[in-house]
């Protein structure tokens, strides 16, 4: 078995709350990231896929594709936006690390043409780091 990977970054804004809980609630779980104003991130993005090789050519899938499938499912919906606001497969959830992990791993689930994909890697921070594989976990939205 191979294991593809693409790393591709992007900047994304987002707000860290629940609607249904008071506004205490959301300061005391989600802190300085419950921010009315927003706050942004700097994210890395690791996207692997698995499988064998075509034997012909050598490649799994040809990385060139493989970016343009990422920047065309994820990237140009969630660079340089707000998670909360402008992002319709984001719409009504909290846009957490692991909800982004499952979210991204939802739109590109049936977008791969060779291999499958494996795993979703997200850097949220040098030091805060979600990986995801596909196990069933449905993200609750709020509206």
Known sequence: ??????????????????????????????????????????YILEVTICGVPNPEIGYLIDLKQLKAIIKENILDKVDHRNLNLDVDFLRGVIPTVENLAVAFWNELKEKIPQGRLYRIKIFETENSIVEYYGEAIEIKKFI
């Open 1 to 42: 078995m191979i294991y593809v990977t693409k790393r591709m970054t992007f900047s994304a804004a987002h707000r860290l709350y629940n609607p249904n809980l008071s506004a205490e609630e959301n300061d005391k779980i989600f802190d300085k990231c419950n921010n009315p104003n927003w706050h942004g991130h700097n």
